[in-house]
């Protein structure tokens, strides 16, 4: 691998090349400054942990429906999210969906942290979803590889 690649020839690769998906926004959108909600990009990496993205979609928009916020999220019962989640498996993705989203409340006055080792502190989040919250949303240089990559 030629370690002289610039980066921007694998971004311009992915603003031709990227799938659509409910969570992401668009290379238009991105260079008219419009960001990526920390929130879906959050809630995407969790639903996709050990999930296919082809059953995630469906679950995304089914989970932003009932709760458009974070905020309406911390509110939920552990019952409505778990039974919302019900097909999806790992519950326990499911209940830190909540704790997670209670301690940005509590502690981050329901504003999601930007950098790579806060968010590690969260509940659910492990390296690769705070590498990816960190760089999507907030546009840091962090390093995420799927651990599918072969």
């Known amino acids: 691998m030629n370690s002289k690649v610039k980066p921007t020839i694998l971004l ?24 990526p909600s920390p929130y879906h990009v959050w809630l995407s990496e969790i639903m996709l942990q050990q999930t296919t993205v082809a059953t995630v ?23 409505e999210i778990t039974a919302a ?31 790579y080792k806060t968010l590690l502190k ?8 705070a590498g990816a919250i960190s760089a999507i949303a907030f546009d840091r240089n962090e390093v995420v590889v799927d651990g599918n990559v072969e």
């Open 85 to 115: 989640w019900a097909g999806l498996g790992y519950y326990a993705r499911a209940r830190n969906l909540l704790k997670c989203a209670k301690i940005i409340f509590s502690e981050y006055g329901g504003k999601f942290p930007n950098d």
């Open 57 to 79: 979609r469906s679950y995304f928009i089914k989970f932003i429906g009932k709760w458009p916020t974070l905020e309406k999220l911390a509110q939920a019962e552990e019952s």
């Open 122 to 129: 969260l509940p659910g989040v492990g390296p690769y979803t």
């Open 12 to 35: 311009n690769w992915y603003d031709k090349n990227a799938r659509e998906m409910p969570w992401r926004i668009g290379p238009l959108d991105r260079t008219s400054g419009i960001r």
